[in-house]
């Protein structure tokens, strides 16, 4: 969920989604406590003046998928000024010494309340947003949003050409732009925790590298004993697949898997991502390629996993900074949940693979389960980190998290970086790009946004969404067997109940423990390799 970029008083179209609603209504109300003649309207303007940045953070996004999607490329100068002037806005309001006061006010309340009553979240998570957001100066927000604005055009157009030396003067602004937000915040130990906290709540660059090192230690032996083996055969893959017949094939997989239409939308970008302008407007991309499969498939399950965190919380919540997800990583763990434990599963396919053979009939007719099977879930060594199989994904992220830690830190020119991105690749994956595109100029991340934080959310939800699925198969152990009859709503249900309608009431840890009963470890994920690619291997 790259750059991510209901009313209140409307329930979804879908019945099964609306009755949920009604439900976590009700079980809401049961929270809900007596407010004093001085409380409640001190709670209504809090929520009001909340609802007003939401809009304006919204209309925002909306510009931001437009110059994803739609825009025509002369729209970029205006585009990255109308963006700067928005975030300006919306941060001087957060800023607002007003909102400061209200919520001082509001303490002794929260302090009644029980730690998980919404009024109790809804004060203590808008406090740290706002305490964070006082210490950076609005004009740094406005400069930042303009340079990432047309930062991205840039980035389009040295991908398309295969030619970082036309994007590095934007790269070394960010870079610039970056360290001046970090040092926003003096009394973090790493230049790069407080973005990392941004993006991952009570992460440090000290945490995520002893995590890193751990799961290193186990996947690098794992990657060279199948790299030792034949390659599984992915010609299936690679033939002529018609766009239109992708794309349709892609719905009918969202309508199927629970994602709600009439809430959404996909349409096609660069780099795939999904971002929401509101409860009753979550919206997807994806990217086709017309001699790949996989590409589209995997990246439409993908974002429509973020999409159902997303379309799966609390209605009561609209508005608000409870209606966001917990951190990146637990973002990352519902899309990689349903792209990967879900979607590239046996009993998925099993499903799902007689329609995909009746839309491309000459291409897949004559190629058994097991072959395509074994296909989508081929190991090898490769370059691009989308495309990567689940045992080298994190690899990938690894190398993107010390390279850009060595950026902040000094130790790392931005006019180095694509030949120190070529030797990683090299000691790490055995490979080295041949051109920019597929090298340091594939993720869109650093182009549209800063330099640290970036991207140690997808392994945080590689491993938590492990540790969530084991906790769904404990509990739900005839789910496999679902998924084999084409019934996924008990996982979709389990999934909203336990981790979608909380919003960010829950710090991602706290949510962790909250939903696994234990704290976020590294084994769930070894042991899901382990069963599954133990038995593909034979390792």
């Known amino acids: 969920m790259a750059c991510n970029i209901i009313s209140i008083g409307s329930l979804p179209h879908n019945p099964q989604i609306a009755e949920s609603l009604t439900r ?19 709670l209504l303007e809090l929520k009001t003046r909340l609802t007003e940045i939401n809009d304006i953070e919204s209309a925002a996004a909306l510009l931001s998928w437009d110059q994803a999607t739609y825009m025509p490329p002369g729209g ?18 957060l800023t607002d010494g007003y909102l400061g006061e209200l919520l001082e006010n509001l303490h002794p309340y929260e302090t009644q309340l029980p730690p998980e009553h919404p009024d109790a979240s809804l004060i203590r998570v808008t406090r740290r947003n706002y305490q964070r957001a006082v210490q950076i100066p609005a004009r740094l927000m406005a400069v930042f949003s303009h340079h990432r604005a047309n930062s991205y055009v840039a980035w389009a157009a040295a991908r398309a050409n295969h030619d ?14 970056s360290r001046d937000l ?85 349409d096609q970008t ?45 209605a009561d919540f609209e508005g608000t900074p409870l209606a966001e997800g917990a951190s990146s990583g637990v973002h990352e763990s519902q899309s990689r949940l349903w792209e990967n434990l879900v979607g590239r599963s046996r009993p998925f396919w099993e499903f799902f693979y007689p329609q995909l053979q009746t839309i491309f009939p000459q291409q897949l007719g004559a190629v058994s389960l097991e072959t395509f099977y074994r296909a989508i879930n081929q190991v090898r060594r490769s370059l691009i980190r989308t495309d990567a199989d689940e045992v080298t994904y994190n690899l990938h992220v690894m190398i993107r998290f010390d390279l ?29 790009p041949e051109t920019d595109q597929e090298g340091i100029l594939q993720d869109v991340h650093w182009y549209c946004g800063t330099i640290g934080g970036m991207f140690q959310g997808y392994t945080l939800g590689n491993l938590m969404s492990a540790q969530f699925f084991e906790a769904l198969l404990t509990a739900h152990p005839e789910v496999p067997a679902q998924m084999q009859q084409g019934d996924f709503q008990p996982i979709r249900e389990w999934l909203r109940l336990q981790i979608h309608q909380h919003g960010c009431t ?16 590294i084994e769930p994920f070894l042991r899901y390799l382990q069963q599954k690619y133990g038995e593909l291997y034979a390792i």
């Open 404 to 432: 850009e830690v060595a950026l902040l830190e000094g130790s790392l020119a931005v006019s180095d970086l694509p030949a120190a991105w070529n030797e990683r690749y090299r000691t790490d994956l055995g490979l080295v």
């Open 24 to 42: 976590d209504r009700h079980s809401l109300s049961s929270l809900i406590m007596p407010t004093s003649d001085k409380v409640a309207p001190q």
């Open 76 to 93: 970029a100068p205006a585009r990255g000024r109308q963006l700067a002037t928005l975030n300006q806005i919306a941060h001087t309001k």
């Open 506 to 521: 829950y710090r991602p840890l706290e949510l962790v423990e909250h939903v696994t009963g234990t704290s976020l470890s």
């Open 164 to 177: 970082f030396a036309g994007v590095q003067p934007y790269l070394e602004k960010t870079l610039e732009l």
């Open 182 to 266: 970090a040092a926003c915040f003096p009394d973090h130990a790493h230049l790069a925790d407080p973005l990392i906290d941004a993006a991952d709540p009570g992460m440090t660059v000290t945490t995520v590298r002893s995590l890193f090192s751990q799961l290193r230690q186990r996947l690098v032996p794992w990657v060279e004993a199948i790299a030792a083996q034949p390659l599984a055969d992915t010609g299936c893959l690679h033939q002529s697949y018609p766009v239109d017949q992708q794309l349709a094939f892609s719905h009918k997989v969202l309508s199927h898997l629970g994602y709600d239409l009439h809430r959404g939308r996909q």
């Open 270 to 314: 660069l780099h795939p991502f999904m971002t929401k302008f509101s409860l009753g407007d979550v919206r997807i991309t994806t990217r086709v390629q017309s001699h790949n499969l996989s590409e589209a498939l995997f990246s439409t399950i993908h974002e429509m996993g973020h999409a159902l965190y997303e379309q799966g919380i609390t």
